[in-house]
């Protein structure tokens, strides 16, 4: 998949230069090989307090990692872990959370089972109950009521995009013949399941 990188500005000009980026990683004083929560990496409500201590304004940046870990429990990305996540730092010197990268449905594709960050003390995303997203939320710092707004709103998104023409349609402009998109259905059934499950978050 082709993107234009978020972390240079001036792409096909003269002036292109690098924009500063920190993973969380680097971002907590930690070593690349601490990225994962277990057995010794940070837990997801520490990446929250860095975004908070970093960003100024930090409302979006903590919405934004929110969603992220939603988005990563609802299509199984097991490996979203803290070098999955950056700070961006504009040329006022202000910090604010990377857009997104490397999200991937590993779970359907046969990749461990366990999610990077937990939600409260679980990391099977196929047996979270509502407690564990209450123990996540205060872990957190945040409301359980808006961090279930949150999950409702990003599954009815998920479960809108999941029949629609247009993504059917996206993938095939992408490349994706028909026996590409018969395999896509156990990764749309997964989401589909998740979804589902969300609503009783």
């Not at 690098?18 to 993973?23: A, T």
């Not at 359980?144 to 999950?151: L, N």
Request: with cysteine.
């Amino acid at each position: 998949m082709l993107v234009e990188r978020y972390d240079r500005a001036g792409i096909g000009n003269p002036e292109l230069h690098r924009i500063h980026q920190e993973d969380f990683c680097q971002a907590m004083g930690l070593s690349r090989i601490e990225k994962y929560q277990e057995p010794s990496g940070p837990r997801f409500a520490q990446c929250i307090a860095t975004a908070r201590n970093a960003c100024r304004p930090n409302a979006a940046s903590v919405q934004h990692l929110l969603r992220w870990q939603i988005f990563n429990v609802l299509v199984g990305n097991t490996d979203g872990h803290a070098k999955n996540l950056s700070l961006l730092q504009d040329e006022r010197g202000q910090w604010q959370v990377a857009p997104a990268y490397d999200l991937v449905g590993t779970l359907v594709l046969g990749y461990h089972r366990d999610l990077a960050f937990s939600v409260g003390d679980q990391f099977n995303s196929q047996q979270l109950l509502p407690r564990d997203w209450q123990a996540f939320a205060k872990e957190s710092r945040l409301s359980y009521p808006f961090v279930r707004r949150e999950i409702r709103t990003l599954a009815a998104r998920l479960e809108e995009l999941l029949n629609a023409d247009e993504l059917r349609e996206a993938v095939n402009n992408a490349g994706l013949g028909e026996h590409g998109w018969v395999r896509l259905q156990q990764q749309r059934q997964h989401i589909h399941t998740q979804c589902h499950k969300a609503q009783r978050w």
